[in-house]
């Protein structure tokens, strides 16, 4: 995906749960405090300007969100849906460290998790589901938001409208922008595949295998989570794998009975993605190697010849 698209994407998503989170805490019930979710944001922000800051200094560069109020807005983009991503979606009680946490390990991840790509190196956990996750498996008394926050406060049919909103400005959204309408439908797909694989082989319920896809949080975690951009394939059928993967490695973890599947499935997932990554890379720098070593060595010219 080109400079141009990612940064027009970021600027959408950041506005759709900016949006969100406003009218999640002014109408529709959102669980959490303001105060979790200031610290969430104020925790993004200092956290991402600081390791940037580190950056340019240990490589003699301008820091990159220099420029002007524009670019610094831009710049913060990404830790903007983090925080406010991590506060939605963790439910700590009245506790606001167990989340200021979360957003910490979420930004950090970018700049130590990386492998190499091409000629530059990039992270591979989706920050905000890396931070959640983290979060769930050192403090098990810190749960998931309930997802009857996101319709708590609506009746008839508002119930019906909030998830086809979703639903169109995700489909507009990973249509034009980010290009993983390939990775939603395998996920999807997948995904309602699976529950009826646990249902034929293990007389689970079908019914319950279904009805976490009717669900806002499930909306919410296929057109907004999975598809991250920066962390998923850009080819079509790259992407179908990772998301089919996705569903799969949430099947396993529902039949060894682990909670909170959908952040450990995709853990799992861009795990597996990153240690591909860095096995290639690797062996593309031993190819070079070689290549360098059989080739001859360039004949100096001789004075008369230059």
């Known amino acids: 995906m080109t400079r141009d698209l990612r940064l027009a994407a970021l600027r959408r998503f950041a506005m759709a749960i900016t949006v969100l989170n406003i009218y999640g805490h002014a109408l529709l019930g959102f669980e959490q405090s303001l105060a979790q979710l200031f610290a969430s944001l104020a925790t993004a922000y200092s956290v991402e300007l600081l390791l940037e800051l580190i950056d340019a200094r240990v490589n003699a560069r301008r820091p990159r969100f220099s420029g002007g109020v524009g670019t610094l807005v831009d710049f913060l983009l990404p830790s903007h849906i983090t925080g406010l991503a991590v506060a939605m979606l963790l439910y700590a009680n009245d506790r606001i460290l167990p989340i200021v946490f979360a957003c910490t390990v979420a930004i950090a991840s970018k700049a130590i998790l990386r492998v190499p790509v091409g000629t530059t190196k990039r992270h591979f956990f989706n920050p905000s589901n890396f931070g959640i996750a983290t979060v769930l498996v050192l403090f098990p008394w810190v749960g998931i938001a309930p997802p009857y926050q996101f319709t708590e406060n609506l009746s008839g049919n508002y119930q019906l409208l909030l998830p086809c909103i979703f639903i169109f400005t995700g489909s507009l959204l990973n249509t034009k922008f980010t290009r993983r309408m390939p990775l939603i439908l395998a ?68 039949a060894l009975h682990v909670s909170f599947g959908l952040f450990f499935a995709l853990v799992i997932v861009c795990t597996v993605r990153g240690c591909g990554l860095l096995l290639l890379s690797t062996r593309e720098a031993r190819r070079a190697v070689v290549l360098h070593a059989v080739e001859p060595a360039p004949v100096p010219l001789r004075e008369a010849e230059i």
């Open 187 to 254: 996920w999807v797909s997948a995904f309602a595949l699976q529950a009826l694989v646990r249902n034929t082989f293990y007389g689970t319920s079908l019914i319950g295998g279904l009805v976490p896809m009717t669900g806002v949080a499930f909306l919410l975690f296929t057109f907004y989570m999975v598809t991250d951009p920066g962390t998923t394939p850009a080819k079509p059928l790259h992407q179908v794998v990772f998301g089919a993967g996705v569903a799969l490695s949430y099947s396993i973890l529902m």
